[in-house]
């Protein structure tokens, strides 16, 4: 007597579907693994592209362009593009300099950038990223040529609010001045653009025929600049506004004026006050 079978035996559409199933499973492990030791590489190697915002690394980096960064693997050193966490949040700057373990931090476009001329020193720690190469692709940003053209229309804004009214003084400038020019009289007056490739201005007042100068009038407009009264150090902070300072000079022989930086551009105007009595031929 034959027995009865029970139960459903497989058909081969059945064992296909399983079998695509497994090998899809596979599939995804092995995506998901090659996911992981990317994953692995990319925080080994602190991996960033970030697209630049702005133009105040224009032209090297132009707006919306991205940039490929490391984990620094060797030591930083002057000249360097950094991704580092700055005031702002996270930004990109060239080293400009190093000192015991801090950075000096400067955009290639000095007009349109906010970096250690505004915030100082930056901590070694900070930094995250060196860049290794910029990336192709379509951006917005200017090209040299027109971001050449833009810093020209810039200097040019800068000449022309110079030549206007005062707009930053402190709350007591008028009355100092006022109460200088009863017994003073200006008895010098210059005017001068410095840029990064002029390294100085200095001014001796004995060779000018200055005598028993009592203050200084500065104007200025642009970039911080540092002033050297006889060796004491006095900075002219950045500003896009035409400001003014007065600075006794009793007993001061000769001011000398230097940009904070390898880049950037500052007007200057000063007038210097002198004793109405020891400089009566030079008012003659």
Request: some cysteine; overall charge positive; hydrophobic content about 40%.
């Amino acid at each position: 007597m034959a027995t009865q079978r029970t139960g459903t035996a497989a058909t081969p559409t059945h064992k296909a579907g399983t079998a695509l199933e497994a090998k899809k499973l596979k599939h995804l492990s092995c995506i998901l693994a090659i996911l992981v030791v990317i994953s692995f590489i990319i925080n080994a190697l602190g991996l960033r592209w970030p697209t630049s915002i702005g133009d105040s690394m224009s032209p090297t980096i132009r707006d919306g362009q991205r940039c490929l960064y490391l984990k620094p693997w060797r030591a930083l050193r002057a000249n360097d593009i950094v991704l580092f966490m700055g005031p702002h949040g996270e930004s990109s700057k060239r080293i400009m300099t190093i000192e015991k373990g801090k950075l000096w931090l400067k955009g290639d476009n000095a007009e349109a950038s906010v970096d250690s001329d505004m915030y100082g020193w930056v901590e070694r720690d900070r930094v995250f990223g060196l860049m290794l190469c910029r990336l192709p692709g379509v951006f917005d940003g200017p090209t040299e040529a027109e971001a050449v053209a833009q810093g020209k229309r810039k200097k040019d804004s800068l000449k022309e609010k110079f030549e206007g009214p005062i707009e930053l003084q402190s709350e007591t400038f008028a009355a100092d001045l006022a109460h200088v020019q009863k017994t003073s009289v200006p008895v010098y007056d210059i005017k001068m653009i410095l840029m990064a490739k002029h390294e100085s201005c200095r001014i001796d007042f004995a060779q000018q025929g200055i005598r028993r100068p009592t203050a200084i009038v500065v104007e200025w407009i642009g970039s911080p600049a540092r002033l050297l009264c006889d060796g004491k150090e006095r900075v002219l902070f950045c500003t896009e506004k035409k400001a003014t300072t007065l600075i006794p000079a009793k007993g001061v022989n000769s001011v000398e004026f230097s940009l904070t930086s390898t880049t950037g551009r500052i007007i200057l105007g000063l007038t210097v006050y002198g004793s109405k009595v020891a400089n009566t031929d030079r008012r003659e």
